[in-house]
């Protein structure tokens, strides 16, 4: 038998990170286009593995379960209570966890200033930038209020220079910027390939698991296809946190799209100012801006972005639109789902809006995907075409079917809750399918079925 080759060649998919033996032009795996991409990898020496596994055992010590320790993790905690609760009440010793985001979006901020306050408090950090000089970085540094003892500056684009770095000084927190500026000279392919930036992430993780320090990895989000996306390091890493924003906006959002130390349900507001990103206290209050008495065309929603609710205005204007086709323009919320919605409200609410033209605003700069914004949505452009304010003191959350249905909103107390605090005092939302029976609902949740029943409660008597 001939002898294995000392280096082989998978496929792997760019999208899903899965691996094929050979070239395809669909992922076998998700079912995605042209995302595999060949890459080297080198295999031990026969032998080697059984070597490995021998001395790795014999180095492996095995307690009893009743004595491992279930202490709760000691957590590095930053002060910044928005990004501290996002990663689970603090960033996990011997972790790795990849902060990702649009390129500019401010990963490299945050990441200087959670490190500040790190070293600070007298946690020792490692500073790796593949991306930009020393020089640059000590220039943000400047502007965020990151010069400070204990936080020390690598520049390098040399995978094997940043472990060595991270080795020798042992911090609590290495930052490595970016995963997709540094490459391993023993294997081929430029920085930010597929094999390159996997290779980076998982020698990354092996330092972080064989001491203390914490790895925050920086990934940018890039277009499929050119290199490789943050989705291939989701498994090599222990959680993953999207900084998330519209790039001309100054609200930024953070959340845990995995998290082996925490939940995934829990978002950060911060804002981007000149001085850096800095924490939004009261969220809720920052995504309202309504007015009391309520105007026409504004109907505030409760989101529950993961188990925080937010308040949400949404503002809508219909007017009565020109010669040609009508224009319809939305910021924060899917246009095609406005669409649908000025739909279901012309056939099952005998509103007509042909011949206006409508814009539909979130307000505070946030982007609304959830389905029990819908109810907020069609009320909001009800009332703008009425000229009816919505009634004062009503909340609204509820997705609304094609047939017009409404759906009842997840976890209504939740919702309710966060509306009284904020002076609030009712929340319509859809009917449970069994309701009537035994369950009272709780006072101030007022149910409707359809969205003819709900305009009837929520708008303002003229
Ligand atoms: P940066 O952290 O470099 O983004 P990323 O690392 O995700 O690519 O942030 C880039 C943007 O943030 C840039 O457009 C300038 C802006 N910014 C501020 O508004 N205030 C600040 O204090 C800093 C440091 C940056
Ligand atoms: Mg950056």
Known sequence: MAAMPAVRSVYVCQQCGAESPKWSGQCPSCAAWNTLVETVVARPAPGARARER????AAASIEPIGQVSSAEAIRLTSGINE???VLGGGLVPGSIVLFSGDPGIGKSTLLLQLAARLATAGMPVLYVTGEESAAQVRGRAERVDAVVEGLGLVATTDLAAAIGAIESTAPALAVVDSVQSLSSAELGGPAGSVGQVREVATR?????KAGSTCVALVGHVTKEGTVAGPRTLEHLVDAVIYLEGERLGATRLLRAAKNRFGSTDEVGVLEMRGDGL??????SRFFLESEQPPVAGSAVTIALEGTRPLAVEIQALVAPAGVGSPRRATTGIDVSRVLMLIAVLARHAGLNLTGHD???NVAGGLRIDEPAADLAVATALASS????PVRAGTVLAGELSLAGRLRPATRPERRLAEARRLG?????????RDDGAAVPAPAGLVTASDVRGALAVTLEER
């Open 358 to 360: 409508v814009y539909v």
């Open 54 to 57: 021998a001395s790795a055992a």
């Open 385 to 388: 075409l009425r000229e009816r």
């Open 204 to 208: 990354l993780a092996e330092v972080a």
């Open 83 to 85: 990004v501290d609760r």
């Open 424 to 432: 609030f005092e009712r929340l319509v939302t859809g009917r449970a």
């Open 278 to 283: 800095v924490e939004v206290p009261d969220a």
